[in-house]
């Protein structure tokens, strides 16, 4: 069964630019979380979508970051302007429903850095 | 503010010793999740113990909860090189129906040759 598949894998952009990732998340999974994870903290929710309408976004810096998941399958991140302190992996994670014993499946991240 | 502390930060262990980590919690919680991360397989979900469970097994690993303390240990036992990693406790405390898991800072583990 292929995985959570993440593009690019890399991202290295100066300050006030503007940067997408792409997920593309288990074959029938109806749920799609993307995680902010910095140098040397745990991940940090920022957005989970069920199919295509948003869960939870209480975390996600609205003013520069926007995601989407058009038809309930791929989802697209993106940060406008990006700050220093956007350098981060941010992992999209997919899991079949959205209950509390549900496991979440991870990508392998974009490491993003912001010069 | 992130739910879950593991402890210790960092563990450097021999190969065939058992490691033991803990992460302590605030709140009431539903489930609490272990997930190992290291580079080659990136984050990788182990094993989930609930609110009402007390001790779970999963092959070389072995979790404990004490709700009375707010407390979770993992043990893996008979440690290999492979186990070299970052490890993850993550605490889901919400309120709705859906899952919510907020993840710790996490514990280093390094397996000596």
């Known amino acids: 069964e292929a995985g959570v598949a993440q593009s690019p894998r890399y991202k290295i952009i100066e300050k006030r630019q503007s940067v997408a990732f792409w997920c593309n998340p288990i074959?029938?999974?109806?749920?799609l979380y993307w995680y902010q994870q910095i140098l040397g903290q745990g991940p940090k929710l920022l957005i989970q979508?069920?199919?295509?309408?948003?869960?939870?976004d209480s975390q996600l810096p609205k003013d520069r970051f926007s995601a989407e998941r058009l038809k309930g399958v791929d989802s697209t991140l993106k940060i406008q302007p990006a700050k220093l302190e956007d350098s981060a992996v941010y992992l999209c994670?997919?899991?079949?429903?959205?209950?509390?014993?549900?496991?979440?499946?991870f990508g392998p991240g974009t490491r993003l850095t912001v010069l | 503010s992130q739910q879950g502390e593991e402890d210790p930060q960092a563990l450097s262990i021999q190969e065939g010793e058992n490691a033991t980590m803990n992460c302590s919690y605030k709140?009431?919680?539903?489930?609490l999740q272990w997930y190992r991360q290291n580079s080659g397989r990136g984050l990788v979900h182990l094993i989930l113990?609930?609110?009402?469970?007390r001790e779970k097994h999963s092959g070389r690993l072995r979790v404990t909860l004490d709700t009375s303390k707010k407390s979770s240990s993992l043990l893996i036992t008979a440690s290999r090189a492979a186990d070299t990693a970052s490890y993850f406790c993550?605490?889901?405390?919400?309120?709705?129906?859906?899952?919510?898991?907020?993840f710790g800072s996490g514990t280093r583990l390094s397996i000596r040759p």
């Open positions: 994670a997919s899991s079949l429903g959205a209950t509390r014993t549900d496991t979440q499946y």
């Open positions: 979508f069920q199919n295509n309408g948003v869960v939870d």
């Open positions: 993550a605490t889901d405390a919400g309120y709705s129906s859906a899952s919510k898991i907020i």
């Open positions: 074959s029938g999974h109806a749920t």
């Open positions: 113990i609930r609110s009402n469970e």
């Open positions: 709140t009431s919680i539903n489930n």
